[in-house]
């Protein structure tokens, strides 16, 4: 799952991928599926990161930042488009 929530706000990189949504494409709906289950994934997905990257404070902080939660709305993957690759 995480790998596919990666995937799915790479896909709509710099805008709010709506809950709602996140729930219907990768849990098909479920809704026992809510914020902590999400939440639970962004966590792995950012400490996945920082095992391959150095422990230095600045890389925390790029880590930590490519994901924005916005309140009641959804994930933002916040990464530059140069930066990003998907095939």
């Not at 799952?1 to 990189?13: D, E, K, M």
């Not at 792995?44 to 600045?58: N, P």
């Not at 924005?68 to 990003?84: F, H, T, V």
């Amino acid at each position: 799952i995480g790998f596919s929530l990666l995937y799915l706000l790479a896909q709509h990189n710099g805008k709010v991928v709506g809950y709602e949504e996140i729930l219907k494409d990768l849990w098909k709906g479920e809704t026992d599926a809510i914020y902590t289950r999400i939440n639970h994934h962004i966590c792995k997905i950012r400490k996945d990161i920082s095992k391959i990257m150095d422990k230095k404070e600045d890389n925390t902080k790029k880590i930590e930042n490519i994901f924005k939660a916005i309140p009641g709305r959804g994930l933002m993957l916040n990464i530059k488009e140069e930066e990003l690759e998907i095939n």
